[in-house]
């Protein structure tokens, strides 16, 4: 069944949105942190709405943008967010991303890619990317890198999807406030 796809590019704080192609979400197994493998269609069954963060442990803009995807799986877990990082281990150490990764007190679900195939199913060619999905796998979002003020437009595309309207400022996620 064909998806759509919206890529959107971050230059600064100008966002461009390309038109929508046909995709399909691909569903795929990995193991967590705890070696159990479990796949992509039920870590997402019965959600309004997937972030996946695909992330290096010695990747800067990794870990900037890593505690807002915990804080937005902690705002909007309740309303049907399933927000996941997938470590892609086989680039660096595993000590040094698991480590950082189980000491940092997240409790979204972690997957761990040694291999590099899901990078190819989801054409990730830089760190971070993250990407947004909602049920009926289309892609609303689908960008690589960070800058500061992103965080912020990604809260309100998972607000205007969840809750149907654009945050008020007292619901944007600020860490200095966690």
């Known amino acids: 069944m064909g998806r759509y796809v919206t890529f959107v590019f971050c230059i600064g704080f100008l966002f461009f949105i390309t038109p929508a192609v046909a995709w399909d979400l691909p569903d795929f197994q990995a193991n967590d942190l705890e070696g159990e493998s479990v796949s992509l269609s039920e870590l997402v069954e019965d959600t309004d709405l997937v972030v996946i963060s695909f992330w290096l442990a010695d990747c800067d803009a990794c870990n900037r943008i890593l505690p807002y995807l915990q804080a937005f799986h902690e705002t909007y877990g309740s309303e049907g967010l399933q927000t996941i990082i997938v470590y892609i281990q086989y680039q660096c150490s595993e000590d040094d991303g698991c480590c950082y990764l189980e000491s940092g007190n997240f409790t979204m679900p972690i997957l761990i890619n040694n291999t590099g195939e899901l990078q190819d199913l989801f054409s990730v060619h830089g760190f971070p990317h993250t990407v947004i999905v909602d049920p009926e796998g289309k892609l609303l979002y689908n960008g690589c890198g960070y800058c500061p003020g992103c965080e912020t437009c990604?809260?309100?595309?998972?607000?205007?999807?969840?809750?149907?309207?654009?945050?008020?400022?007292?619901?944007?996620?600020?860490?200095?406030?966690?």
């Open 154 to 178: 990604i809260q309100q595309l998972i607000h205007c999807e969840l809750l149907g309207r654009n945050p008020l400022p007292s619901e944007i996620v600020n860490l200095s406030d966690q």
